[in-house]
């Protein structure tokens, strides 16, 4: 009886030998909050909503942030006169105009950052209806093309201090046509 007590404790210590070094190793790399799920989920999916690829710098409350909304080519199938960028009543930051540019960008990935490579010239226009919904009006001086370029409308703004999703809503007036149509939507995450 005595020989197996002792068998078992050798074992014991050989196992605490391997496992906590091991355990204490792993432990810093593995950071539960920094999961990120590859999942959109929607509760009543529309067939006409169209998801749109977006990026930000920073997704903390009250932080300062950089927004990219982008508008790829496969988003645009004529050319724009007129974007309009409607605003989720929740979303409460303050935008200024000389924080918010429209321009040409280089989407980032694995390789690179996305950064913006031309601004494009526009006049912007916030709106505030009744209700308090608020919406940006962008009018570049010449129409944006249906070409292989992709655009970004980027807003440098502090996040809100509530942490939620964001829902935004593109709307573009083509060319030759007297109303908007519905480009797409941006869902912004902030923790």
């Known amino acids: 009886m005595l020989k197996i007590t002792k068998k078992h404790t050798l074992y014991l210590k050989i196992l605490r030998f391997f496992i906590i070094p091991t355990f204490l190793v792993l432990t810093p790399f593995y950071n539960i909050q920094d999961a990120k799920a590859g999942l959109e989920f929607q509760w009543d999916k529309d067939d006409g909503y169209r998801r749109l690829k977006w990026f930000?710098?920073?997704n903390t409350r009250k932080f300062?942030?950089?927004i990219y909304f982008f508008l790829r080519p496969s988003d645009r199938r004529s050319d724009l006169?007129?974007?309009n960028l409607a605003i989720p009543k929740p979303f409460k930051s303050t935008l200024?105009?000389?924080k918010i540019s429209f321009c040409k960008v280089k989407i980032g990935g694995f390789e690179g950052r996305t950064k913006c490579l031309e601004d494009i010239p526009a006049d912007f226009e916030i709106k505030t209806d009744e209700s308090g919904?608020?919406?940006l009006d962008i009018y570049p001086y010449s129409?944006?093309?249906?070409?292989k370029d992709s655009?970004?409308?980027?807003?440098k703004i502090f996040n809100p201090k509530n942490s939620g999703l964001y829902q935004f809503h593109s709307y573009g007036q083509p060319k030759g046509e007297t109303f908007s149509s519905y480009l797409g939507?941006?869902?912004i995450v902030i923790d």
């Open 185 to 187: 939507s941006w869902t």
């Open 64 to 66: 300062r942030n950089k």
């Open 133 to 135: 919904l608020r919406s």
């Open 56 to 58: 930000q710098k920073e």
């Open 151 to 155: 655009y970004a409308i980027v807003f």
């Open 143 to 147: 129409p944006i093309p249906s070409n």
């Open 81 to 83: 006169l007129k974007i």
């Open 96 to 98: 200024k105009y000389e």
